[in-house]
């Protein structure tokens, strides 16, 4: 079991870079269009992207989104990682800490603050709250000094998973439980398959401090588990999820803490406008891996390019910084403007 769990990890970074495992559905920022505001123009060189990540300063409304460690192959990824989130003061997500859990000596593959300064969040998949106390957590937290716990929910994933763990029983109530138990603010995440306005409307009950879309579009997790399940064809779930874009606007208009937009982020529009629409930050993390090919020069070369369309968007739309951003007029177009409506998505949040 131990092993399995840090095998696992590696097989997955192996997969995700060789074989096809992007969704086919897109994301639906294609369905938003933004119109530039109504001012005098702002040259790229005058944008500021500067924004608050969990309350700090940050240098540009991205992050790293949970990706590995917990076998020694993943160390040196996670330090590239983090070499290149110090250098653009964005923060860096961990994969899943239950490797650690499981066998205390691989807990170095996740330290990466004992290099870099950054703003660290740990992981931990929610079917595995009812096997760990809440003061197993914040230890597994407290060693890497993470800043935030990312809980992870797949249920999609888990089904697809060979060995997967479909325990989501009591899942929920174990998060509100231990939101009110650590000293941490815990944020909830999807792997690739969405959050719907009503688990953010469960979720907004507790004492759970944000949500991560992780909407399909993007990396599909379901494909990946296909490729290790040989026994079972279930390619009909393989194009599950609701899309990044579609989560994005379903949360915020019942929820009214932080979220964040993951799935398929790919380019400046797709953070432009998923900021637009309220999130808080967008998270990445296939590019992330790819990038990573050329180490953290790799990886250093990727952000400051998506740094730079980010600033070439805003520029285009007349936008000298986020609050400029927050504040465009925009219009939802078919299909996804069709689908808000049958959802009766109360778009009032937004201007
Ligand atoms: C190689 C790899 C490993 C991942 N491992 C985790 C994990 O351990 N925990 C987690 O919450 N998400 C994990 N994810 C999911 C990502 O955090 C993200 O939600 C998802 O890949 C969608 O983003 P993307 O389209 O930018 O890849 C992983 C993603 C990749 C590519």
Same mark, same amino acid.
């Given at each position: 079991m131990k092993n399995q769990t840090s095998s696992r990890k590696l097989e997955h970074i192996k997969l995700s870079l060789n *074989? #096809?495992?992007?969704? *086919?559905?897109?994301?639906?920022? &294609?369905?938003i269009l933004l119109l530039p505001k109504k001012s005098k123009t702002v040259a790229q060189s005058e944008v500021d992207l500067s924004s608050l990540f969990l309350g700090k300063k940050v240098g540009a409304p991205i992050f790293m989104s949970a990706m590995t460690g917990g076998? &020694?192959?993943?160390f040196q990824i996670n330090k590239n990682l983090a070499e290149a989130a110090d250098e653009f003061n964005i923060p860096m997500g961990l994969g899943s800490q239950r490797a650690m859990i499981e066998?205390?000596?691989?807990a170095y593959t996740y330290d990466v603050k004992k290099y870099h300064d950054i703003i660290l969040l740990g992981n931990i998949g929610i079917a595995q709250l009812a096997n760990y106390k809440p003061s197993q957590i914040q230890h597994m937290l407290d060693e890497v000094h993470a800043d935030a716990l990312c809980v992870h929910t797949n249920p999609a994933q888990e089904i697809a998973?060979? &060995?997967?763990?479909?325990? @989501?029983?009591n899942a929920f109530a174990n998060l509100k439980s231990l939101a009110e138990s650590i000293d941490y603010k815990v944020i909830l995440k999807e792997v690739g398959n969405g959050i719907s306005k009503e688990v953010a409307e469960k979720v907004s009950?507790? *004492?759970?401090y944000g949500i991560d879309t992780?909407?399909?579009?993007?990396?599909n997790w379901i494909a990946i588990e296909l490729f290790r399940?040989?026994?079972?064809?279930? #390619? @009909?779930? *393989? &194009?599950?999820g609701i899309p990044t874009a579609q989560s994005l606007i379903e949360i915020k208009s019942v929820f009214n803490r932080s979220v964040t937009a993951t799935g398929g982020i790919r380019t400046g529009i797709d953070v432009v406008k998923a900021i637009s629409l309220g999130a808080d930050s967008c998270g990445i993390a296939m590019p992330m891996l790819k990038a990573n090919k050329d180490g953290s020069k790799g990886i250093k070369h990727y952000i400051a390019r998506l740094i730079e369309d980010i600033k070439h968007e805003m520029s285009l739309l007349n936008c000298a910084n986020i609050n400029d951003l927050k504040a465009l007029k925009f219009t939802i177009n078919a299909p996804l403007s069709d689908i808000l409506k049958q959802r009766n998505i109360n778009l009032n949040y937004l201007r």
């Open positions: *074989k #096809d495992v992007q969704f *086919k559905i897109t994301n639906q920022f &294609e369905n076998h &020694e192959k993943t066998n205390n000596s691989l998973q060979p &060995e997967g763990n479909l325990g @989501f029983k009950r507790t *004492k759970v992780g909407g399909a579009g993007g990396t399940n040989y026994s079972h064809d279930m #390619d @009909f779930i *393989k &194009e599950w």
